[in-house]
């Protein structure tokens, strides 16, 4: 599998995991010019939540994952491209969860700072881990993909 075949795949799940929760985020902004909702659960409980589960799912688990999987291929002199896929798609899948947890927030009216918060580790995660030609390109290199 080639760097293009790659990068296209990581794109196409990226899209997939992104796109949904942006129509998400617009169909509530339209759904509050509208009408104004009330509060779906309480905000003082779903505030920290969203805040830290977005910080967990955009910094900390696939610091994790990818902890584990330079353990699980460190000895090795090269490492197959199907595993690397499957390796950048879990990434890819735990840390774009965070647009999510931030929309939670945005629907629940939560503290601007809880919110915030959410919503900077939803845009760490949907910049750091987009899936450009360079990034890809680099990451087969520090792996030893081939």
């Known amino acids: 599998m080639d760097k293009d075949r790659i990068q296209k795949a990581l794109f196409k799940r990226y899209l997939l995991m992104l796109a949904p929760a942006a129509l998400i985020f617009i169909g509530w902004g339209v759904y509050r010019v509208l009408q104004e909702p009330g509060p779906l659960a309480p905000p003082e409980v779903i505030g920290p939540i969203a805040f830290i589960g977005a910080v967990v799912v955009a910094l900390a688990l ?85």
Do not use: N, Q
């Open 62 to 146: 696939p610091l994790f994952i990818r902890g584990w999987f330079v353990k699980k291929v460190g000895e090795s002199t090269s490492v197959e491209a199907k595993p690397f896929l499957a390796f950048e798609s879990t990434l890819l899948s735990v840390a774009l969860v965070s647009p999510y947890f931030a929309a939670l927030a945005y629907i629940c009216s939560t503290s601007m700072f809880h919110f915030g918060g959410a919503f900077l580790a939803a845009l760490y995660a949907a910049y750091y881990y987009f899936p450009t030609k360079a990034r890809v390109a680099h990451e087969m290199r520090l792996f030893r993909v081939g």
